[in-house]
């Protein structure tokens, strides 16, 4: 497969203008990613699939990365080609911020194999994928309100409480009751 | 009965459509039916929502995370190889294979050689859980077609040997936490390699008798030729792997195009379907456990000595440089890809896990449309889920 920097120099050149950069990987796997707009990604990513010389027909894998400290989440996709069997080229997409601005275009259109992934990085991240045809909760319940994966996500004490019409008895019942006695106190008592 | 019902019920046993009749008085009359979460079928806690036109399916949506503990959250908050043994979990059937894959992300993310001995070992503990995984499938298969215990118990007889070996290598039989970054924990003694070189010169016999019994039966041919057929685009563009892509004649095995630990030292084939239909798949499988046979023996009679874990690789205090891997192997099931993002603290920054049955089962609803609901049962079965990994 050509070089990742070839494969950029002509990506600029059928895009010209776009913001596509390579994300250098520091470490021994040395698997360097390429940085997409976000506006522009579908279409690259038709390119990416569909050019003689790449034919990246296999999305592998789809997944999310909450950089809490720069403010935003990355959504990483490794695409292989089953047809000319090379690869990975690995492209990153980036939202704005982590709060509202949270909207990447849904890449199911070109890979069909992002569907379930692009639902699962929805539900633990919160990343919402513009053009996913059903894009709903998929690993937590319906009702469930955070991302779970999140840095800053803070576990409820507890998962299954849920309001009981009991709660407002038992609290009204404790007025009829003197205060609490320790065990300790109540043991020391004849 | 009058001539008017009979034409459009000649017509449609005719055209061999499952569809109702338009004249049929309950014809539109679609009804919801759950199946799941703790149907037998299923293998495990997992949903199906269908939608049936009589006995057709018209629609289906899968419903998932019954079983879901936020695996991936779990190994951000532990070390590298506090994940090691949660792996095992994933895939409970395969927890070598998981090892492996595990393993060999982290190698890729630390840049750890790994001795010679090991990837041996690694490959022939990869082969028996492929033989265990595909005889367990067939035997399940079987099951799932109403042919209650004996396929079954053929299987899990053979399963049980291979059980044994793990657990006088490993110390257990489903949970065995045995690779590590640089190698594999222990050796194997000479007397298990015996032991194992047995069971893999006798594997093929019991094949031979479990097709004898299976594989040309008539039944079994009526029930899954041409039931969930699936196409090569499809299933490409789906990101299907493993047996189940390769049962629709598309030749894509890891162990073939990437060639990781020793594989492209062995000669062997990698078996390819025709049709994608639930037949095929049930096949690849059986030729599959033939391969794997001849991969063992292969690694039996070249099984090099040596070390088995590298002297320099470093299991405490192990902080990989910042940087990111992903690395995937050939399961029994597909593609298992554990992607790696480290900061260079003890924990990774990011942990995931590419799991083959859960990305296999994006087509379940396109497979089941216009068959049975006693046909979606075999379907699944043939998809080859296991729940531990779908909702991780």
Known sequence: MEPLEQLHARLLSAFPGAEISIVNNPGPAAQHSLLLPAALAREIAFFLRDDPALRLDYCSNVTGIDWLKAGHIEVVYHLYSMALKHGPVIIRLRTANRTDAVTLPSLTPVWRACEFQEREVFDLYGV?????????????????????????????D?????????????????AHYPAAVTPAEGAAKP | MIASDISPLASRLSSGAHTRAVTDPFHGDLLEVSMGPHHPSTHGVFRMQVTLDGETIVKLKPVFGYLHRNHEKLGESTSYLGSMPYTDRLDYLNSMTNNWAYALAVEQLAGQPVPERAEYLRVILAELTRLLNHTCLAGFLLQDCGCSGTPLMYAFREREKILDLFEALSGSRMMCNFQRFGGCRTDASPEWL????????????FLDEYERLITGNEILMARTQGVGALKPDLAISAGITGPMLRATGVDYDLRKVDGYGFYPRFEFRVPLGDHGDTYDRYMIRVLEMRE???IIQQAFATLPAGPVMDPKAKLRGFRPKPGEAYGRIEGPRGEIGFYLVSDGTPNPYRYRVRPPSFVNLTLLEDLCLGHTVADAVIILGSIDIVLGEVDR
């Open chain 1, 158 to 174: 507890d998962y299954e409480w849920e309001p009981t019409p009991h709660g407002a008895i038992h609290d009204k019942a404790k």
């Open chain 2, 194 to 205: 015996a032991a194992a070189k047995q069971l893999t010169d006798g594997y093929g016999a």
């Open chain 2, 292 to 294: 794997s046979i001849k």
């Open chain 1, 128 to 156: 919402v994928f513009d053009g996913h045809p059903d894009l709903r909760r998929i690993l937590m319940w319906d009702e469930f309100k955070d991302h779970p994966m999140r840095k800053d996500y803070i576990e409820p």
